[in-house]
């Protein structure tokens, strides 16, 4: 079988493609909570804790000298980055969470099996009496 034809039967199985919009939505879903978190969360902690804008807090390694800018060290970045993980992990876990409940649900629910019809009865009743005979 040709690396092609392999590739051909992995992509058109459903995995790569379900993987393909899992990454799109995750990508998608990204950036929805980076935006909340840039532009909703932060600003009311900054004020909150004394107007600190938390993207530009840095520490100034080497300051500006000519045409060469200054080397800073941006961990607002990172805090902004951390909450970002912090609220996207947190959703996750909700998420599958509510899932695993469901499946649980799922899982617990016995079948039910349908009561034979009157017939059925009837015709159970008549072969157990015809076994009865022998």
């Known amino acids: 079988m040709s690396m ?5 039967e992995f992509a058109i199985k459903g995995n790569a493609i379900d993987m ?6 995750g990508a998608a879903f990204g950036k929805i909570i980076s935006s909340l978190v840039a532009d909703v969360f932060m600003p009311p902690i900054g004020v909150l804790i004394g107007g600190v804008d938390f993207t530009k807090l840095a ?3 080497k300051e500006a000298s000519g045409n060469m800018s200054a080397v ?3 961990y607002g970045n990172f805090i902004q980055s ?4 912090t609220i996207i992990a947190f959703v996750i876990f909700i998420a599958v969470k509510f899932i695993n409940n469901f499946k649980k649900k799922q ?3 016995p079948k ?7 017939e059925e009865q009837l ?3 008549i072969r157990d009496l015809l076994k009865e005979r022998k």
């Not at 092609?4 to 051909?8: A, R, S």
């Not at 039910?112 to 009157?118: A, D, G, I, L, W």
């Open 59 to 61: 520490f100034t390694l």
């Open 72 to 74: 800073t060290l941006n």
């Open 82 to 85: 951390l909450a970002d993980f």
């Open 20 to 25: 393909a919009v899992g990454i799109i939505i």
């Open 112 to 118: 039910v099996t349908p009561e034979p019809s009157k």
């Open 107 to 109: 899982e617990t629910v």
């Open 4 to 8: 092609l034809q392999e590739f051909k």
């Open 123 to 125: 015709l159970a009743e």
